[in-house]
């Protein structure tokens, strides 16, 4: 491999640990979120947790 090759290549490395962080970092802010909009739902006057409050969140937070 040439040295442009190799630079090329560490270049694409870090570009990807980056992205993979940010998506990591992505998808532990959504989890959090979600496990607070389930808890809120739980505790809505119902009391209750049901797949239809849990689709409701899931609902909510896609849009």
Do not use: C, P, W, Y
Not at 13 to 18: C, G, K, S, T, W
């Amino acid at each position: 491999m040439t040295d442009e090759q190799t630079k090329k290549r560490k270049l694409s490395d870090h570009a990807l640990e980056l992205i993979m962080r940010d998506v990591l970092n992505g998808l532990k802010d959504f989890s959090l979120d979600m496990q607070t909009e389930v808890a809120m739902a739980a505790t809505e006057e119902t009391h209750t947790l049901t797949s239809g409050t849990l689709k409701k969140a899931l609902r909510s937070k896609q849009e």
